[in-house]
């Protein structure tokens, strides 16, 4: 009976707010944690930017581009034996967490929502994709994934007869906003610079500023903008069938009523649409839970781990988290506008 009612209370729960507190403790961690002494892997499957003074670890991408710059013959020996360690390293933290890194933990992440909150208190409204152009965003992620994995290749070896300049040896780190933004929550502006040492690095590292500036604009008009373009969430969603932790679908409970859509911050019309596929995490989902919290329909969407109960959507649970207002009120406040509604279309 204990157990029933603990599992009650936490479908009742408001998970959000809970994410919120997270997100904060993860930001303090990873920007500020070096400072307490606090030093959890050289390799994290987030932004643990290493930029980042205080950073207490270093993240996943920074790595695998300095252990893939070496020759065909060093890659098929025990350097190449070394990246598949430090692979297993990324997937022995990923596989508990699953893309709820994205959500709870990801520094990046965490900046791309307090944005939204101060477009929300400024008063400007969001936007989002129609499906053509969101269908085309999907693509970019995986390109500049294989892009991070081939550059660094290239340097050492040719394409095509093709060399690549040494300049460009941790190519997604050097226009990753990350790299730019997070260290000025410490005070250092050291790496809002364009670097005049030759040709590629002024191009890099200009595109870098440029990179770091779309994105503060982007994601205030649109929410996680950079998420569409993020290669660690390309990655995480190649592994994601793997993970213990999951987010699954009773598409016969489903009434399409398109609450789980209108909360969706990346705005995946699957979640809504798809009542066929009982894994329903999609390659743009972060795990946030805000479509589990927003679904009426009891045990519909649900959060596992190792096939273990977490987080059941209840009628029940709908109902005493939005509370405080109408059920009108809640639908108008996470539904984009006419306009907005027609372009998503």
């Known amino acids: 009976m204990q157990k029933l009612k603990f599992k009650q209370y936490i479908d009742n729960s408001n998970v959000s707010r809970f994410r919120f507190w997270v997100q904060i403790i993860s930001f303090f961690i990873f920007v500020y ?3 307490f002494f606090i030093e959890i892997a050289s390799r994290l499957p987030i932004f643990s930017c ?4 205080g950073s207490p670890g270093g993240c996943y991408l920074i790595g695998v581009q300095h252990e893939l710059n070496t020759s065909w013959s060093s890659l098929f020996s025990f350097r190449g034996l070394a990246i598949l360690t430090s692979l297993a390293t990324f997937l022995v933290f990923f596989i508990f967490l699953n893309k709820a890194w994205c959500g709870f ?9 307090w944005i939204t909150k ?11 994709y129609d499906e053509m152009s969101f269908k085309k965003l999907k693509v970019i992620k995986y390109m500049l994934l294989v892009l991070l994995i081939l550059i660094p290749l290239g340097i050492r070896n040719t394409f095509f007869g093709i060399p690549l300049p040494h300049g460009m040896h941790t190519p997604f780190c050097q226009i990753c906003p990350a790299r730019i933004i997070l260290p000025l929550f410490t005070g250092d502006t050291s790496q809002i610079f364009i670097d005049f040492t030759d040709t590629t690095t002024i ?5 870098g500023m440029m990179v770091a500036a779309i994105f503060l604009v982007g994601s205030f008009v649109k929410k996680r903008f950079f998420c569409f373009f993020c290669p660690m969430s390309a990655l995480h969603f190649i592994f994601s069938k793997i993970s213990l932790l999951r987010m699954t679908k009773d598409g016969d409970k489903c009434t399409r009523c398109g609450n789980c859509y209108r909360v969706c911050d990346v705005g995946i019309r699957e979640i809504a649409d798809d009542v ?4 329903i995490v999609k390659d743009d989902c972060m795990l946030c839970v805000k479509c589990v919290e927003a679904c009426p329909e009891d045990d519909c969407l649900k959060i596992s781990f190792a096939g273990i109960p977490l987080f059941n959507a209840t009628q029940e649970g709908f109902f005493k988290r939005y509370s405080g207002t109408s059920l009108t009120e809640y639908i108008k406040s996470i539904e984009p506008n006419k306009e907005q509604e027609d372009e998503s279309k």
């Open 50 to 53: 290493p930029y980042v003074q």
């Open 118 to 128: 101060l477009r929300k208190f400024l008063g400007f409204s969001f936007t989002r």
């Open 105 to 113: 933990v990801c520094p990046l992440g965490t900046l791309q929502d």
């Open 33 to 35: 944690g070096g400072y």
């Open 203 to 207: 191009i890099m590292t200009s595109l």
């Open 276 to 279: 066929i596929s009982k894994n």
